[in-house]
Nanobody
Framework: VQLQASGGGLVQAGGSLRLSCVASGRTFRTLDMGWFRQTPGKEREFVAA??????????FYLDSVKGRFSASRDNARNTVNLQMNNLKPEDTALYYC???????????????????WGQGTQVTVSS
């Protein structure tokens, strides 16, 4: 599976960005898709996930982004999106999309459960 992420940038606090990730190499509906972020010196942090078809396309979020971020998927375009609203300086990070096909609900937030990763896209939120 190849993943290509895009959409990062510089935005002021309170602004919005939309990240997108295009997947290829597998039937997209069979993939669980996740978004993670990382800042220098810190571990990769779960942000959001959206399950594959057999998981009902259910969504999961980091508590601090609930109500501000929304994950969605377009199965016809093999794309997963992360709409980020009301961005805060603490959201500044390198954001990664990830895919997996063996996840269960208890592992959805663990970066170790994802087999494939895209390149990161930088999100910078100024105060």
């Amino acid at each position: 599976v190849q993943l290509q992420a895009s959409g990062g940038g510089l935005v002021q606090a309170g602004g919005s960005l939309r990240l997108s990730c295009v997947a290829s190499g597998r039937t997209f509906r069979t993939l669980d898709m996740g978004w993670f972020r990382q800042t220098p010196g810190k571990e990769r942090e779960f942000v959001a996930a959206i399950r594959r078809a057999s998981g009902g396309f259910s969504t999961f979020y980091l508590d601090s982004v609930k109500g501000r971020f929304s994950a969605s998927r377009d199965n016809a375009r093999n794309t997963v999106n992360l709409q980020m609203n009301n961005l805060k300086p603490e959201d500044t990070a390198l954001y990664y999309c990830a895919a997996g096909d063996t996840l269960i609900q208890s592992t959805i937030r663990s970066h170790l459960a994802y087999a494939w990763w895209g390149q990161g896209t930088q999100v910078t939120v100024s105060s």
